[in-house]
């Protein structure tokens, strides 16, 4: 890996779905000559085009993308895979000389780009129901003085003491030669500070709802026929993706269209919902709050958002 890879920097845009990431995100690449890494778990998958409102052709023929495409969707994905493609993103967006801009919603892909992704051995199965064990008998009280007894500054270090699983997961690594937490537990997403684009709830269900129409009228049961006679079964990631589940009901005769329209609606308000969450509790995001089509005052605001907190650094 090029060393200097670990010192790499990008422009951050995260939020809901449907919130405009995608449409910001290609203005501003087109703009600066950036390139962007996607950070959705969604669109790793080849021939999941329609449901996952992948770029078009067009837009990635004048902007180069990164984590699209990666994987069939008959196969497994992993945030350790992810990091691998942003290492070859940054890689040679270094060597070009180009800014790169990281745009999506899976916050667990943000995360480990901000804090590192260490590689972390299994638990041992007998290590792991001996600490169940002692939680069983003992509470939170005897996770928490067996940690602070082994690695008293690991304990104090903790952000969240009384978090059973977190702490069971400390002593495992202990036992595994670790002598301290891996990066990923750190802190770090909290003082990056990145640009976050919100939608009022009123307008993002719109949003929500007419994507789902324009994916069921550009062919989304099309798409999703092809999918399944050409892989006969999807991987349980790809299987489950919202509009695919629901589209596969539908074929199989399970739902009528319209109530696999509204299905598709539902789950996707209730994963932005999630994905809200996650980003104010997880992150220190900076957000701008975006009306229904003005594409153009948000751009120009994540811009000016950007250059008042430059890019942030991120490991890879």
């Not at 990066?183 to 993002?204: F, K, M, Q």
């Not at 509204?262 to 220190?284: D, E, G, S, V």
Request: aromatic share 8%.
């Amino acid at each position: 890996m090029n060393p200097s890879v670990s010192h790499a920097q990008a422009y951050f845009l995260v939020g809901p779905t449907a919130a405009g990431k995608t449409a910001v995100a290609q203005r501003l690449a087109e703009s600066m000559g950036a390139d962007i890494l996607s950070a959705d778990s969604m669109l790793v998958y080849r021939g999941m085009d329609i449901g996952t409102a992948k770029p078009s052709p067009a837009e990635r023929s004048r902007v180069r993308y990164w984590g699209l495409d990666l994987v069939e969707p008959s196969g497994s994905f992993s945030v350790a895979r992810f990091i691998r493609e942003a290492r070859h993103c940054f890689e040679s967006a270094l060597e070009r000389g180009v800014p790169v801009i990281i745009a999506g919603g899976t916050g667990l892909y943000i995360k480990a780009l901000l804090n590192g992704l260490d590689e972390l051995p299994n638990p041992s199965p007998d290590v792991r129901a001996r600490w169940q064990l002692i939680f069983e008998r003992d509470g939170i009280g005897g996770l928490q003085s067996a940690l602070a007894e082994r690695n008293p500054a690991w304990f104090q270090g903790l952000a969240d003491p009384a978090n059973s699983r977190r702490l069971m997961r400390a002593l495992e690594l202990i036992e595994s030669g670790f002598f301290e937490p891996p990066r990923s537990w750190g802190n770090r997403a909290r003082e990056s500070v990145v640009t976050g684009i919100d939608v009022p709830r009123e307008i993002l269900v719109k949003r929500i709802e007419r994507r789902v129409q324009q994916m069921y009228a550009a062919g989304l049961l099309e798409e999703t026929r092809a999918l399944m006679a050409r892989y006969g079964s999807l991987s349980g990631t790809a299987a489950g993706a919202i509009g695919y589940a629901e589209a596969t009901s539908c074929l199989q005769g399970m739902l009528p269209q319209g109530a696999a329209m509204q299905l598709t609606i539902q789950r996707t308000r209730q994963l932005a919902k999630r994905q809200m969450t996650w980003f104010r509790h997880q992150i220190n995001v900076s957000w701008i709050t975006m009306k229904d089509t003005d594409f153009e005052s948000a751009t120009a605001l994540v811009a000016a958002d950007w250059q008042q907190h430059g890019p942030q650094s991120v490991i890879c």
